[in-house]
């Protein structure tokens, strides 16, 4: 190789982009007066794409690989700039780098507070947030309708009409959805997949594919959820008696390691007035050793005295107390071969062979006789 050919060897440009920010979607490959010369060596990188702008119109779109630009590189670029086969000066044109990985953890939420109709609780206020990924699919699309002649475009300009997007789409999605709003968790999976399927088509109108929505959470306002909390207490807390038992014993335990403390002085009361009322219902209950006979124990109450039945006429009139009876005994209404019945007994008997009665009728038949038939 001559010398003039070494020379021209060791000028031939490199056209390439490396990004080290991580938001960068689009940046401009900065050339004094857009020249470059015939023959420079363009790397387009892995999640690349690298697009020829000529005086304003999308020219070439190279995919991924090394290339030297030359006419049969650039056929568009070509034919605009009227090349022939021998053309070797350098040329004007804009080249930019679209980035298309995908840009993951991006932000959705919603500004203000959406109105729904929950079938438990009637109108109510949520709020969403959550994360979606993109990348870019139509790069000359994308430029279009998006970047424009911006030198460098990152995801911060765009990320805001994209949220915008999803909270409406979403809005309008959860609205119709009628599912209840303590059953919103357990469909967020759902949900991400319905909105990442309604939504794609319009991230398409940018260039843009959107692969994945998630939605993180859904919250209530601070006073519905407090409610919400206090429900959920009241649910929890279950036997009150032993609720109050064990808070009591919780606050004992907590005066006992703090002995000086001022707030245990409180609490020893606050235990004190508790443990005073659970010893005057003890003293107002009967207790074991009542119902044992044991020292100090209180009587029993007085059984009542049993009530009877008796056959009159073949029918059964009663009950009768033991006072009534007495009557009916001296107006012989009832004798010892009266059938009477109280509760406990199997069976009709006869008044004398009752112990209770025989002594009101004061003899007893050898034998009873058969209850009259009806």
């Known amino acids: 190789m001559g010398l003039f ?7 031939i440009d490199v056209i390439e982009w490396t990004d080290d920010t991580g938001d960068t ?12 010369k015939y023959g420079a060596k363009l790397i387009v990188r892995e999640s690349q794409v690298a697009v020829f702008v000529n005086e304003g119109e999308v020219a070439d779109v190279l995919m991924p690989g090394t290339y030297a630009l030359e006419t049969k590189n650039l056929p568009i670029l ?12 350098p040329f004007k044109a804009e080249v930019y780098f679209i980035n298309t990985r995908r840009f993951t953890d991006l932000k959705w939420g919603t500004k203000q507070p959406l109105m729904i109709r929950d079938s438990e609780f009637g109108g109510m206020r949520i709020r969403a947030f959550g994360t979606y990924c993109v990348r870019v699919v139509d790069a000359p699309k994308f430029i279009r309708e998006i970047t424009g002649t911006e030198g460098v475009f990152t995801t911060d300009e765009i990320s805001n009409q994209l949220r915008n997007l999803i909270t409406s789409r979403f809005a309008t999605i959860v609205g119709a959805s009628n599912i209840p709003v303590l059953d919103m968790a357990a469909n967020y999976d759902q949900m991400g997949e319905f909105l990442t399927t309604r939504i794609a ?5 940018y260039g843009l594919e959107l692969t994945k929505l ?3 959470n859904i919250s ?4 519905v959820t407090e409610a919400l909390d206090k429900r959920t207490s009241m649910g929890i807390t279950g036997n009150l008696d032993n609720y109050l038992k064990y808070q009591t014993g919780v606050a004992m335990e907590t005066a006992a390691e703090n002995p000086g403390g001022g707030a245990s002085e409180g609490i020893g009361m606050g235990v004190g007035l508790a443990m005073a009322n659970k010893m005057s219902d003890s003293l107002n209950t009967p207790t074991s050793s009542a119902i044992t ?3 100090g124990a209180a009587p029993p ?3 009542s005295a049993p009530a009877y039945h008796m056959v009159v006429n073949g029918q059964s009139a009663g009950p009768f107390s033991m006072q009534q009876l007495q009557s009916k005994v001296s107006d012989k209404s009832l004798t010892a071969e009266t059938l009477v019945w109280a509760e406990g007994m199997g069976e009709w008997a006869p008044a004398a062979s009752v112990p209770a009665l025989s002594k009101l009728i004061g003899n007893k038949p050898n034998q009873p006789p058969p209850i009259p038939s009806a």
Request: charge should be negative.
């Open 220 to 223: 209530l306002p601070p006073k």
């Open 201 to 205: 088509p319009e991230f398409g109108e």
């Open 301 to 303: 109450p007085v059984p």
């Open 25 to 36: 979607m689009v940046y401009r490959f900065e050339r004094y007066g857009n020249e470059i």
């Open 5 to 11: 050919g070494r020379l021209f060897a060791e000028f």
């Open 293 to 295: 006979g044991g020292a």
């Open 78 to 89: 070509t034919t605009l700039q009227y090349w022939d086969h021998g053309f070797k000066s």
């Open 214 to 216: 998630l939605v993180e």
